[in-house]
């Protein structure tokens, strides 16, 4: 039987070991960071880690997805040095605190060879809920209508469902999906389906050959500039977020984030830059 003195001992190993393992998570203050969250975000901080990498030899910066909802609770919890977010900051999460490194925006898509151009806010309400299940009845083909939707904990579906007032429960979806690619992907290989995503990753693929489009939302063409403009009706900030006390490195890397520096590479990603 083990005395006082060997349980304080694997007491204190157990801490240790704890220790070792969100310090190992998290990465070296001095070289290292880790990077959770969003999916929409994270393809714009990995090209922007990448130059500041090259600027900084020795550094390295790990990216990870995950959506919105973890790299919230990572940078929370510890395990991450940042989170993405593709959102801003809700009521009774002030405990954090949230940088916007640029602003995008959600919007509709189907197949290229979808010959409807546009929905109305009730018809795109009517055909989530199941209430209108077939394309003919808004102007397409005499087609079934296949849902997609976007999973539990992504900020996407978050704007979406506030934006056209639903509740996810509401939702007829045949099809869940989670980051934006996956979304992409699955309407550009149904001719007869319907999803929304980053207007920014919707459209760098529609113009590089992905067999998708972008449809109107409350008559606004969905694009970077009417975003830019503050036109377009479903907008967000993209945000990286930290909680407690922050490494020097941390904090250098997110000032790069949000500097002059990286806005051609924003802007290549198909987001509007923010002002420094």
């Known amino acids: 039987m083990m005395n006082t003195r060997h349980w304080m001992a694997l007491a204190i190993v157990a801490v240790l070991v704890a220790a070792m393992v969100v310090a190992c998570s998290r990465g070296d203050s001095e070289n290292r960071l880790v990077v959770t969250g969003s999916s929409t975000v994270a393809p714009l901080v990995s090209v922007i880690a990448k130059r500041y990498e090259a600027k900084h030899p020795g550094v390295r910066i790990d990216v990870q997805m995950g959506g919105s909802s973890r790299g919230l609770a990572d ?60 394309w003919k009845d808004v102007g397409g083909a ?45 309407v550009a290989g149904n001719p007869n389906s319907i999803g929304y995503v980053s207007i920014g990753t919707a459209e760098y693929d529609a113009t590089h050959g992905v067999a998708i489009k972008l449809l109107a939302v409350g008559g606004v063409t969905p694009s970077v500039e009417n975003v830019k403009l503050g036109k377009f009706p479903l907008s967000r900030p993209l945000n990286l977020v930290t909680a407690g006390e922050t490494t020097p490195l941390a904090d250098d890397f997110i000032a790069f984030a949000r500097s002059q520096a990286v806005h051609d590479l924003v802007e290549k990603q198909y987001f509007v830059p923010i002002a420094p």
């Open 75 to 134: 940078a929370r919890r510890g395990l991450a040095d940042i989170g993405m977010m593709s959102r801003g900051l809700k009521a009774g999460e002030n405990d954090v605190e949230a940088v916007a490194i640029a602003r995008d925006g959600i919007c509709l898509i189907v197949h290229k060879d979808n010959p409807v151009e546009g929905l109305t806010d009730e018809q795109l309400v009517a055909i989530y809920k199941g209430e209108i299940a077939n």
């Open 142 to 186: 005499d087609a079934p209508i296949t849902v997609v939707n976007k999973a539990e904990g992504r900020s996407t579906l978050e704007l979406f469902v506030a934006h056209f007032d639903l509740e996810n429960p509401q939702i007829k979806a045949h099809v869940v999906v989670g980051d934006n690619e996956q979304g992409i992907q699955t």
